[in-house]
């Protein structure tokens, strides 16, 4: 009996060992497995990893998280997208730095969007879009050459980056100066950028009468900015009321902007004379009139 103890013991002793041996085997599996995944660059090799990485381009996203976990990688990504050539791989290097937007980012970003150069500038200003017009050197510079830009599509582009932001009323000035302006100017696709950016920068004007007085305006562009900053503000007066219902049922009016002018109008209080006015224009948009 004693024996048959001793036995049972001793196998039971076997099977803990080879169970702590299979243990320890998968552990040191899995510390060689997890190694290499999780690499760390130091300053010393960083650059050279960067560029290795940079010259075959694959994947954006892993790319921006070494850039998060090493600066030297990312001033080599701002270092070849300064001086690459080829336009897939500059796509790519943007798509890095946009995902990256810090402050040496930006820095870059406003040296190239104040470059002489055409390219260059547009370039940098189109990585500028990755940050918030909250930023009064972001913002500064934009007005700067919204103030300066004569080409009028150039202008377009620069009014149409002036994505809204939550700012004071005192930083916004200088921007809703520039785009008053700007809804003068001879070109009707800057008139109508500027038309649309306005009602959402400038809250503090008399937005009824900017509205109006672009709804009268010769070309359609204008008008349709005009009319969608009706609906999107909700700006309502029978003066606005009036004006729509004289566009959605002007036989000369185009299909879109009539449609447009019937859907601002769903936003309105219609007597039975305005509604058979709007049901009128709906029936003319279906009629392709």
Do not use: C
């Not at 130091?42 to 694959?58: E, F, P």
């Amino acid at each position: 009996m004693n024996m048959r103890l001793s036995r049972v013991a001793l196998l039971a002793a076997i099977a803990i060992m080879a169970i702590a041996a299979i243990w320890v085997t998968r552990g040191n599996a899995s510390a060689s497995v997890e190694g290499p995944l999780t690499p760390v660059l130091d300053n010393r090799d960083g650059a050279l990893a960067a560029s290795n990485a940079v010259n075959n381009i694959k994947s954006p996203d892993k790319k921006s998280q070494r850039g998060h976990e090493n600066f030297a990688y990312l001033r080599e990504v701002m270092r070849q997208y300064t001086f690459e050539t080829e336009l897939d791989k500059r796509g790519a290097l943007l798509a890095i730095l946009q995902s990256m937007p810090n402050e040496e980012v930006k820095q870059f970003a406003l040296e190239q969007a104040a470059s002489s150069d055409p390219v260059t500038r547009r370039e940098g200003l189109e990585l500028l879009k990755a940050f918030s017009l909250d930023d009064a050197k972001v913002r500064g510079l934009l007005v700067d050459q919204i103030n300066q830009e004569q080409d009028p599509a150039m202008l377009k582009d620069l009014v149409d980056m002036l994505a809204p932001t939550m700012v004071a009323t005192e930083d916004a000035a200088p921007l809703v100066e520039q785009l008053a302006r700007l809804r003068t100017h001879p070109d009707p696709e800057v008139r109508a950028a500027s038309i649309m950016q306005s009602t959402q920068w400038d809250k503090g004007s008399d937005l009824e009468n900017t509205l109006q007085q672009a709804m009268m305006d010769p070309d359609t562009r204008v008008r349709q900015a005009a009319i969608g900053g009706v609906k999107s503000e909700r700006v309502h007066s029978d003066r606005l009321k009036n004006m729509l219902l004289v566009i959605a049922t002007d036989a000369q009016t185009s299909d879109t902007e009539r449609t447009a002018a019937i859907f601002a109008l769903e936003g309105f209080a219609l007597n039975r004379s305005e509604y058979e006015l709007y049901r009128h224009a709906g029936q003319l948009v279906v009629a392709g009139h």
